[in-house]
């Protein structure tokens, strides 16, 4: 008999071991616990999560773990552990430490028969991971779709009605002028896009570590030359100036044209969009080891608060004046971006009703 219960207890010592071995191997937080919510068995990555040195056992779960809802309300862990009859899962919760600091929860609850100790003893096994990069690209990535959907919604829509408008002209009056006006418009709108799948495009490549570098030896001169000329009627549009500033001591910078020439349009674009009255300037200047370009104009300027956003993705300004143009806050996002691969350095200079200036020096690439 004695023999039975020594070999019995051996066994249950071994399934403890066996249990303790697997969990320890596991990436994510296992905490098991009994039916009064006491910890049993834990892993190290439980230590990690809940960001103590030790466990001990008999600890109630209620004195390790503090999750919070949405609103930031407590949710008593005990209550949560209680009510899973069969395994439960939850995504929207965060786990709160000490120190007030918070953390994304994936939290995993599934009742269970222990297989060691006391004759049927129950409990629960509870799996913890922290998810918040995965929380914060799933709103990334929802705002993505919500942003972008926005945006193209608009000029399509325009588009659309411009073309029906002028297919209607040509059929009921002819008026040419009216036909020409209604698919200027449109033509507009289908340009918005066409710069809009752009942005995307690049921001796909550039988040997917995929673009690369082609230095060649570029003409800033006539490159700058060739951008006055492309952007002067859009700003006439508006009866904007555009002027060209030129260090005669410009020499080839050994770069990516295609890049450069991004970063430059991207910069003359919102100047041109944000400026009602006065106009833009496009410089640069040589240095030893670059080039310095410089896209001044005369603005609605920013905010302090919306310089050091400015550069984020998705980010536009709260200002009216801003609301009032399209776009979906990609463009500048792309540019830092490419200004990291081109290892240029970006400066803003912006005062609000009184323009800014962005300017970015790019050195010369082996």
Known sequence: MALTL???????????????????????????????????????????????NNIRAGTGIDKLIYPIDS?????PICDLVSAATHP?????????????????????????????????????????????????????RDEFISVVSHELRTPIAIAEGNIGNAE???????????????????????????????????????????????????N??????????????????????????????LELLQSSKLYVREVLQNFITNAIKYTQRGGVTLSAKTSPKGVTFYVTDTGIGLSKPDQEKV??????SEDFRTRETGGTGLGLYVTAKLARLLHAEINLESQLNHGSTFSIFIPNLQ
């Open 88 to 140: 439960t899962t939850n995504r929207d919760l965060r786990l709160k430490y000490k120190d007030g600091s918070t953390i994304n929860l994936y939290l995993s609850i599934a009742p269970v028969h222990l297989g060691y100790g006391e004759a049927g003893q129950q409990g629960y096994v509870l799996l913890l991971r922290d998810i918040t990069r995965e929380k914060s690209l799933e709103e990334e």
């Open 311 to 316: 550069f984020d993705k998705f980010f536009r």
């Open 168 to 218: 209607f002209i040509a059929g009921k009056t002819g008026d040419i002028k009216a036909i020409q006006a209604a698919l200027k418009e449109a033509h507009h709108q289908v340009l918005f896009l066409a710069d809009m799948i752009n942005d995307l495009a690049t921001l796909s490549r550039a988040e997917r570590g995929v673009l690369e570098i082609e230095p060649e030896g570029i």
């Open 71 to 75: 609103e930031n309300q407590p949710v």
């Open 220 to 249: 800033v001169h006539d490159l700058l030359t060739e951008l006055q000329s492309n952007y002067t009627p859009q700003a006439a549009a508006k009866n904007l100036t555009f002027k060209l500033e030129l260090d005669p001591k």
């Open 6 to 52: 020594k070999s019995k207890k051996s066994a249950e010592q071994l399934d403890h071991g066996r249990l303790t071995s697997l969990i320890n191997s596991m990436a994510d937080a296992v905490i098991a616990v009994d039916d009064k919510h006491k910890v049993v068995v834990y892993n190290g990555a439980a230590l990690d999560i809940l960001d103590v």
